[in-house]
C-alpha cells in the first residue's frame, strides 16, 4: 500500500513559480514510476509529467514542455514538480499518482493505481 499527499499548491501571480512536492509512504516506492496530473475545472485530468523509477526517463505533455520539470528523490519518497513561468491556464488541482505495477514509465493514466488527494494551484493574471 502506497500513500501519497501533495503539497505546495497555493495563489501565484502570472509568470511565477512554485514547487509542488509529493510525499509518499511505503519502502517500495524507489521502484514505482510516478506522474504529476492536472484537473481544472470542467475538464479532463490530465497528464503533465512522468519520471521513471530511476529518474533516467521523463515525459511531458507538449503543454508544459519546457515550463514544467519533474524530479524524484527515492531517499526522501519524494516527487517534485517545478513549475515556471506560470500561466491562468495552468490553474488546476495537481494530483501525484504511482504506478505499482511494472517499472516501465507510465504515461496513460489507468496505469497508475495510487493518487494523492490533490493540491490547488490558482495562478492570478
Known amino acids: 500500500q502506497v500513500q501519497l499527499v501533495e503539497s505546495g499548491g497555493r495563489l501565484v501571480q502570472a509568470g511565477g513559480s512554485l514547487r509542488l512536492s509529493c510525499a509518499a509512504s511505503?519502502?517500495?516506492?524507489?521502484?514505482?514510476?510516478m506522474g504529476w496530473f492536472r484537473q481544472a475545472p470542467g475538464k479532463k485530468r490530465e497528464l503533465v509529467a512522468a519520471i521513471s523509477w530511476s529518474s533516467g526517463s521523463t515525459y511531458y505533455a507538449d503543454s508544459v514542455k519546457g515550463q514544467f520539470t519533474i524530479s524524484r528523490d527515492n531517499a526522501k519518497n519524494t516527487v517534485y514538480l517545478q513549475m515556471n513561468s506560470l500561466k491562468p491556464e495552468d490553474t488546476a488541482v495537481y494530483y501525484c499518482?504511482?504506478?505499482?505495477?511494472?517499472?516501465?514509465?507510465?504515461?496513460?493514466?489507468?496505469?497508475?493505481?495510487?493518487w494523492g488527494q490533490g493540491t490547488q494551484v490558482t495562478v492570478s493574471s
Open positions: 511505503g519502502r517500495t516506492f524507489n521502484s514505482y514510476p
Open positions: 499518482a504511482a504506478k505499482s505495477k511494472g517499472r516501465g514509465m507510465a504515461t496513460l493514466r489507468g496505469e497508475y493505481d495510487y
